[in-house]
């Protein structure tokens, strides 16, 4: 079932190529209808995060002028979008400190090169981050309710 509402996504990330194969994986999925926004620059990114209502973030670790780490820490600390770190460096080191410092998911963009193993990844990527982030703003919401 395709949602009714749009994902209004942000894809942060320097290289073209990579935003234009992310957003030809994004548009190939069935269950959802992407709004989607591009940020190759720190200026781009900081003015998107400040100034866009955003619903999912995919992440570049390696980005000029700011890393995707420091970004990360940003998005996290102001709770502004689940995001998905991808890069080209595979590395366990790194996936396993994004994971701890807040990414919702973490793609190596060695898996996102062909359409055909990149959608599936991508996809279970993209829900697991909605489903568990609305989760997440459920329960401050219930929590909020039982203090009163």
């Not at 003015?47 to 999912?56: G, H, I, K, Q, Y």
């Not at 400190?97 to 998911?105: E, H, L, Q, V």
Request: hydrophobic share 40%; with cysteine.
């Amino acid at each position: 079932m395709k949602r009714i509402k749009p994902v209004r996504v942000l894809i942060c990330d320097d290289d073209a190529g990579d935003r234009k194969l992310l957003k030809t994986i994004l548009d190939a999925m069935r269950n959802y209808t992407f709004d989607i926004l591009e940020a190759s620059t720190t200026e781009d990114i900081d003015r998107s995060l400040n100034s866009e209502n955003l619903d999912l973030i995919f992440l570049d670790l390696l980005l000029p002028g700011k890393s995707g780490m420091e970004w990360l820490s940003t998005i996290v600390e102001k709770r502004i979008a689940p995001t998905v770190v991808i890069t080209g460096h595979s590395e366990l080191e790194n996936h396993m400190t994004a994971m701890r410092n807040g990414a919702y998911g973490y793609i190596s963009k060695p898996w996102i090169s062909k359409l055909e193993s990149a959608l599936p990844l991508v996809t279970r990527a993209v829900t697991q981050a909605l489903d568990q982030w609305e989760f997440e703003q459920l329960l401050e919401e219930q929590k909020k309710k039982l203090k009163k």
